[in-house]
């Protein structure tokens, strides 16, 4: 069971470059997140989506685009990639529902982005 | 606005012997979920244990327990005889019942474990 899958692990882009974050699960869950941990500091919320087809925003999602064809895919797009976006991000999934609040996510391996 | 606060950076302790570390969290909702996740430096996020804001009893989880304290909003985790393999940050985590499902993380407390 591989869980949530991100790739690529490691990535240095050039300002102005644009780029895809992938994100799979195989667990079947309808919930997915994308969060960016800054150096030191803890998950700021990008995006979020509750099932195929439907996205929400979440703390800080200027600079990003997100989509949900799939249930197992979350990839997070960066369009023009600034040095405000050097981060590390991870990808996540929960099994959620009006009766399971209380699930805990799992996460991805994240990705270290370089933006120079 | 909820907020999750953890007012500890960093912390040390001597293998073997106990830490507790602070979590603390605002919020107006009643029925609400609290966990804490461990992130050594591979970078993984691992949950270490989870709370439900209605259960009184403290949740624990071999040598990881809580102490929720609703009233004072409090949700502190202690470690009883940390090992190396403890040295992580260790993020504080809530999330409300209300349907919202966006869950909202401390800044985090690096714990070094020394031998």
């Known amino acids: 069971n591989a869980g949530v899958t991100q790739t690529p692990k490691f990535r240095i882009l050039k300002i102005g470059q644009s780029m895809t974050l992938q994100c799979t699960q195989d667990m079947n869950h309808n919930y997915m997140y994308w969060y960016r941990q800054d150096p030191g500091m803890g998950l700021k919320l990008i995006y979020y989506?509750?099932?195929?087809?439907?996205?929400d925003k979440g703390e800080v999602p200027n600079g990003y685009n997100v989509s949900r064809s799939t249930t197992e895919d979350f990839p997070l797009r960066l369009e023009l990639a600034a040095p405000s976006q050097t981060s590390v991000y991870f990808c996540?999934?929960?099994?959620?529902?009006?009766?399971?609040?209380?699930?805990?996510?799992?996460f991805g391996d994240g990705t270290r982005l370089s933006i120079l | 606005a909820q907020t999750v606060t953890q007012s500890q950076p960093e912390m040390s302790v001597q293998e073997a012997e106990t830490v507790t570390l602070s979590c603390t969290y605002d919020?107006?909702?009643?029925?609400?979920?609290l966990f804490w996740y461990k992130q050594p430096p591979s970078r993984q996020m691992i949950l270490v244990i989870r709370?439900?804001?209605?259960?009184?009893q403290n949740a624990t989880e071999n040598r990881f327990s809580v102490n929720f304290q609703k009233a004072a909003k409090s949700f502190s985790l202690k470690i009883s005889d940390s090992q190396l393999g403890d040295t992580a940050m260790y993020f504080c985590?809530?999330?409300?019942?209300?349907?919202?499902?966006?869950?909202?993380f401390g800044t985090g407390t690096r714990l070094k474990v020394l031998a």
């Open positions: 985590a809530f999330i409300p019942d209300s349907g919202t499902y966006k869950y909202i």
């Open positions: 996540a999934s929960s099994r959620q529902g009006a009766e399971d609040s209380n699930q805990p996510q799992h």
């Open positions: 989506s509750v099932g195929a087809g439907i996205t």
């Open positions: 709370q439900e804001a209605y259960k009184q």
């Open positions: 919020t107006s909702e009643n029925n609400y979920y």
